[in-house]
């Protein structure tokens, strides 16, 4: 039954992260980088992990789960700055991998301090998107190259979807430490660097960076509505009311987020 639930999880992974990834691209490529920043900013692969903790073990073992998440939130735009700062002397594919590595270090420093208090953590999930945003403040609003086919969107789906899915069987089972490390990897952020930049330039995907952190802010409330409301709701009831709440933000954020970094940035808020 186990295995069953398992091959379940792994498999909505792979179909649900991989069509988002390639979905917030498709949308970038047609609307602006601003909009695919916006969609992975989202809980995608983060709110099944948590609901098939809650499905196979307990609500209780969600909630626990979800205290670490805010500070996995803040090393996900760790690793996506860290992406752009080697990328312009790396490459891509160094670039990925020193990203990662570092992804990996500050993770496991985290994990082995035990932080556990959902607020403390997101306190530092705050203090990290504060200096991402001095970051990505410096980024442009870059188009893209082209708009790709349904060839091309199948194959983003595909990589992604691989990405993800590696990460989701490397964490069962990789022993407790490792296991949470890795469950918490930005698999769909490095999808995405590595398919915006190679389809579209480096340029694109800070266009896209742009816009994620403060769509990240989302995702933040979810975990909030998922330590407040499995115990109570229940993880059907509560994974609904997560997804209302982030996608309410999202709808909100589509109309503050360009004033408020239009004042970030000192610059004309864009028309929508």
């Given amino acids: ?89 790396t490459g891509i594919l160094l670039g990925i991998a020193l990203a ?42 870059a188009k893209a190259r082209n708009s790709s086919g349904k060839k091309q969107f199948l194959l983003r789906s595909a990589f992604a979807g691989t990405i993800i899915l590696a990460a989701v069987i490397v964490a069962k089972y990789a022993g407790p430490l490792w296991g949470a490390i890795i469950v918490a990897f930005p698999a769909s952020y490095f999808s995405t660097s590595v398919i915006s930049t190679k389809d579209h330039g480096i340029e694109f995907t800070k266009a896209v960076i742009r816009a994620a ?27 609904l009311l997560g997804y209302a709440v982030a996608l309410a933000y999202i709808l909100i954020a589509e109309k503050v987020v360009p004033v408020a970094m239009a004042r970030i940035l000192k610059k004309p808020a864009a028309n929508n």
């Fill in 100 to 141: 990662t590595a570092i992804f990996f270090a500050a993770t496991a420093l985290a994990v082995t301090q035990n932080l556990t208090d959902i607020y403390v953590n997101s306190g530092i999930y705050i203090l990290v998107l504060a200096l991402t945003l001095l970051v990505v403040k410096k980024f442009p609003d």
């Fill in 1 to 89: 039954m186990v295995d069953a639930l398992f091959l379940g999880k792994a498999l909505l992974s792979f179909v649900a992260g991989g069509i988002a990834v390639a979905a917030a691209l498709l949308a970038g490529e047609k609307f602006g980088g601003k909009t695919a920043g916006i969609i992975i900013g989202l809980p995608v692969v983060s709110a099944v992990g948590l609901f098939f903790i809650g499905f196979t073990q307990s609500a209780e073992a969600a909630v626990q789960a979800a205290t670490v998440m805010p500070l996995t939130l803040a090393m996900g735009l760790v690793f996506l700055i860290a992406f752009t700062s080697f990328f312009e002397k």
């Fill in 213 to 239: 952190p403060l769509a990240t802010l989302g995702t933040l409330f979810y975990y909030f509505v998922v330590y407040w409301t499995y115990p109570i709701l229940g993880i059907y009831l509560g994974t």
